[in-house]
């Protein structure tokens, strides 16, 4: 490496300075030098000898060569110079580097330190010569990987978290969230526990999955043992998002083999089966106000609360508090935190407005109530008619489910003929929907529905957003018993549904900011699952049943929305010997986008599926 110095053009006046300063220099410029070999120089020598001795000397290096040979042949000519015009080829854009890359322009002294930059001493130095010093990677470890990556492993083994603080429906209810009541339940809990020994990193990760929703039952007895543990471990109390209580409605009776002895041991089983299997209503069951009282304690970070109130011939209701005067009403613990409510088996929690209420009351942030009943019962109907009329301005989704037996029937029953002589169901549902953001209703409902909240809607401020309806059937009045039952070979059903939907599309024109509207029937017996008869809007767009009434109706009050799809039959069609209809559908297996309702006609008489 050839360095070169900067040298001085001052006048030097100190001897030391200047030996100093040569010295640096020629030990920084590692030139090769030969020995210097001192020649003796005569003193007696005179002036012209010197002379002549020194012109001699000049020849010689003045000299190209000292063996004349042959000149060679002459240089070639330079080239022009080029004009100034010319400009340079650019690099081709599959080139990686478009670009020509610019060189250090910065030119710095390798050796000396950073304080001696910018002074002309600096050495430089060509950064070519100095050799670059390669860092090996070094290896990462599970626990240094990005949080990111942590979570999404397990968010694939555990399933992906739905933030309880936004609505659990996510804008849609019913169409793309999961149920809540089996959200994110792990049947593998302690196995997939082993997981939190992996490091410490993944014990904070696995302990929020599984804590994150925690089912307990509603005994004096577990109430005890929970409140200990969260004692024990208090670091865990964070992590529960979603609390279900069950309360039993029968234990087993068993014999007690020593007096005074009350633990509950498991019955006596024979190759015939359990010996005395008998039953007997619980007796160690918690009040809802001691179980109000340990979520408010125990999980300060719960957003979403489920009950369930079991099923049984006569069950038991649930007890709200302990035995007291009946004029006297106890409030329960409020809980704060609480977004979302989820009433399992509702009839054995709520019967009466007043259940309502105290549980409302201890719920100031409620904002979504889920209620479902086991059975389809006119006590239902009119418990939630009445308790409807005192829902809370605060809550914004309801999701209510009446009749969970998705089947069609004959005729309309019995048990809804006495809520039909008592009050016209529709209307109170019609009167709740009209102050809400998302309704969800499974049972029996018609076109009058839609007519009350329309009635009952201000276009200026009404804030509902989604409308899902699933039909038991349509409520009829003053029709024949054979003209009230449901399913896809019943005319009386397909023209009470059609009327159903042209009441949900004439609604639109005061209820501005819906977005979906999703009216389906479901028949879980139907010869052709594919025909249910459905309608829906969502997103611009339209699919489900259709009829020149429909179209026309859909065009006056919204004139942007368009059918997916029209399709005129629903296949090929055909009879058998027997004179039964015969299709051989044309979707087999796809989503239908069309149902011309005309086309139901031919259903009438049977069906008999290829």
């Not at 609505?167 to 997939?192: D, G």
């Not at 009434?549 to 058998?576: K, L």
């Not at 039964?580 to 599926?609: E, H, Q």
């Amino acid at each position: 490496m050839i360095m070169v110095g900067v040298r001085e053009s001052a006048a030097f006046h100190d001897g030391d300075a200047i030996a100093n300063t040569f010295e640096a220099h020629s030990q920084s410029l590692y030139l090769p030098r030969e020995p210097y070999l001192q020649r003796e120089i005569s003193i007696d020598r005179d002036d012209d000898e010197d002379e002549g001795t020194a012109t001699v000397e000049l020849a010689a290096i003045m000299t190209t060569t000292s063996t004349p040979v042959t000149p060679g042949p002459a240089s070639p000519p330079l080239e022009p110079p080029k004009p100034t015009d010319f400009v340079p080829p650019t690099r081709p854009s599959s080139t990686p580097f478009p670009n020509a890359q610019q060189g250090q322009t910065d030119i710095r002294c390798l050796t000396c330190q950073p304080d001696c930059f910018g002074s002309d001493d600096c050495m430089i130095a060509s950064p070519v010569s100095t050799p670059a010093v390669t860092e090996q990677n070094p290896i990462l470890t599970l626990a240094q990987l990005p949080a990111e990556i942590h979570e999404c492993i397990l968010d694939h083994i555990f399933g992906y978290r739905v933030s309880t603080t936004s609505p659990s429906s996510l804008n849609i209810p019913s169409v793309n969230a999961r149920s809540w009541s089996t959200a994110l339940r792990h049947s593998r809990r302690k196995e997939l526990s082993n997981l939190a020994l992996v490091c410490s990193l993944w014990r904070d990760l696995i302990q929020q999955r599984l804590y994150r929703h925690i089912k307990l039952k509603a005994t004096v007895h577990c109430s005890n043992d929970v409140m200990a543990f969260f004692v024990r471990h208090p670091h865990l109390r964070t992590y529960v998002k979603h609390i279900e209580i069950w309360f039993p409605v029968f234990q087993p009776k068993f014999h007690v083999t020593v007096p005074g002895d009350t633990s509950l041991a498991l019955p006596t089983v024979s190759p015939e089966g359990i010996a005395s299997a008998t039953y007997a209503l619980p007796t160690d069951n918690s009040t809802l106000e001691e179980v109000f009282y340990l979520v408010s304690m125990q999980f300060p970070e719960a957003r979403v609360l489920t009950l369930e109130g079991g099923e049984r011939k006569k069950a038991p209701r649930v007890k709200f508090s302990f035995s007291g005067p009946t004029w006297v009403t106890r409030d329960l613990p409020e809980i704060s935190s609480i977004r979302t409510l989820i009433v399992k088996g509702q009839w054995n929690i709520i019967r009466q407005p007043k259940d309502w209420e105290v549980i409302s009351r201890a719920l100031p942030n409620l904002e979504e109530w889920h209620g479902t009943y086991a059975k389809p019962k006119s006590k239902s109907y009119l418990s939630m008619a009445s308790t409807l009329e005192r829902l809370d301005p605060k809550i914004t989704s309801l999701n209510l489910c009446l009749e969970c037996d998705y089947r069609r029937e004959m005729t309309c029953p019995p048990y809804y003929l006495k809520v039909c002589e008592q009050l016209h169901w529709c209307e109170k549902l019609a009167k709740a929907a009209s102050s809400l953001e998302h309704l969800s209703y499974t049972g029996r409902v018609c076109h009058g529905f839609f007519d009350m909240l329309a009635k009952f809607s201000n276009p200026r401020t009404t804030r509902l957003k989604t409308i899902d309806l699933t039909v038991k059937n349509c409520c009829r009045q003053n029709a024949q018993w054979n003209e009230s039952g449901s399913g896809i070979t019943d005319m009386h059903f397909i023209t009470a549904f059609e009327q159903l939907v042209l009441g949900g599309i004439r609604a639109l024109e005061r209820l501005k900011s819906v977005e979906l509207l999703r009216i389906r029937y479901v028949d879980l017996d139907s010869p052709v699952p594919p025909l249910n008869p459905y309608f829906m809007i969502r997103d611009g767009w339209c699919s489900g049943v259709w009829s020149d009434e429909i179209v026309a109706e859909i065009n006056r009050v919204r004139p942007d929305i368009r059918f997916e799809e029209m399709v005129d039959s629903f296949g090929e069609v055909g009879y058998n010997k027997e004179g039964r209809l015969v299709i051989n559908p044309d979707f087999p297996k796809s989503r239908v986008l069309s149902l011309k309702l005309a086309n139901y006609a031919m259903l009438t008489g049977g069906i008999a599926i290829m």
